[in-house]
């Protein structure tokens, strides 16, 4: 045999072996594919709920921030030393009590100086009087003593207005804040003593887009929450519309008053508003965990029956579904395209399920979703 029927025989033994490992290894793998096509996947336990008909009372959110409906910093309207402190910090007061009073020892003895002046002055007036009438005094000499007692009368008010003045009152019903002078303290003409603030009704003041003005009226419901209080919603009234828009943002002021009976809300917290228009919307909802959100679209997962080719029983199947959601309410968002009333939605889980996969349906452990959800503080 020569060199060159060796070396094809080498190279058809080969091609041979290279031909009986490939049948093997087609062999295998069409084992592979028919034992798997015999596999049937385990079926996803799911939670579902029923697409819903709600209507929805059209809101518009925005934040804002409270405000005192009277809110001063009581200052000394004299210059005077402290005596007497009569309020302790953080404490309700009513209209009129007394916060802090001045030294008024000098207008006390001014006051009882004047007072006999105007004694003095009563007594010549009526001398006057009965010398008039004897025609022994000129009428002018009388108008010259009225007007010196009413002179006196003058001083008299003038001193007790000082006093009063150094009587620092409340101006109005409310709280206050943490004091600011020290018994014995010297204070000058406006100096601040403490902080005043009316805490019941407060005002929330928020802004909103210029093409919502059209929608906005005194009167309308307004829904107020904060972190501070998250297990209240608060209540309240639109009360002012500011007549012009800011030219710069081009956003409308608006303010509503609430009621605070438990002045748990303080001027200069953040909150979140709702405004509650009086039209109300026919809408398809589902829960919000309902939906698989993508950058391509965003879908749901329909639970649907599915028969088999021979006699049994129809099993569950899951359905991708691409929708078009609208407004957020609490746990639920509207569906404007992609859904009917009355089909079945996975509540949970959607993000590890896949369409085709069969599915059993287990409510047991489904969460319970609100319009108004509830955060609690552990």
Do not use: C
Request: proline residues 4%.
């Amino acid at each position: 045999m020569t060199k060159k029927h060796r070396i094809i025989s080498i190279l058809l033994a080969m091609l041979l072996i290279v031909g009986v490992v490939a049948g093997i290894k087609i062999l295998q793998i069409r084992k592979l594919i028919a034992a798997g096509k015999k596999i049937q996947q385990p079926p996803a336990v799911v939670t579902v709920t029923k697409v819903r008909r709600q209507a929805w009372q059209r809101q518009l959110k925005t934040v804002g921030s409270l405000i005192a409906v009277q809110g001063v910093t009581v200052a000394a309207d004299l210059p005077g030393k402290v005596v007497e402190i009569a309020f302790t910090s953080g404490t309700f007061v009513n209209k009129g009590d007394v916060l802090v009073r001045l030294d008024t020892s000098t207008e006390q003895a001014q006051l009882r100086a004047a007072e006999t002046a105007v004694t003095l002055a009563a007594i010549n007036r009526r001398r006057a009087r009965e010398l008039v009438r004897k025609k022994s005094m000129s009428k002018a000499e009388l108008d010259s003593t009225d007007a010196r007692y009413q002179e006196a009368l003058a001083k008299v008010d003038e001193i007790r207005s000082i006093i009063d003045k150094k009587n620092i009152r409340a101006p109005f019903s409310g709280r206050l804040g943490i004091r600011r002078v020290d018994l014995g303290q010297v204070l000058a003409r406006g100096d601040m003593i403490v902080m005043l603030q009316q805490l019941d009704p407060v005002y929330v003041d928020f802004t909103l887009p210029q093409q919502d003005l059209v929608h906005l009226e005194a009167g309308l419901s307004v829904r107020v929450r904060t972190d501070v209080v998250p297990d209240k919603v608060y209540t309240g009234r639109i009360t002012a519309i500011n007549p012009g828009v800011d030219p710069t943002t081009r956003n409308i002021r608006v303010r509503a008053t609430l009621a605070n009976p438990e002045t748990r809300l303080r001027p200069g917290m953040f909150v979140r508003v709702a405004v509650q228009l009086p039209r109300k919307n026919k809408v398809l909802v589902v829960p919000a965990t309902s939906i698989l959100y993508a950058t391509y679209g965003d879908s749901v997962f329909l639970v649907e029956e599915k028969k088999p080719a021979a006699k049994g029983n129809a099993e569950l199947v899951l359905r991708r579904q691409v929708v078009r959601t609208g407004m957020t309410r609490g746990d639920f968002v509207t569906v404007t395209s992609g859904l009917q009333e009355g089909q079945q939605v996975v509540t949970t889980g959607v993000f590890k399920l896949h369409n085709g996969q069969p599915a059993r349906i287990d409510n047991r452990l489904a969460p319970k979703f609100s319009m108004d959800p509830v955060l609690k503080n552990e």
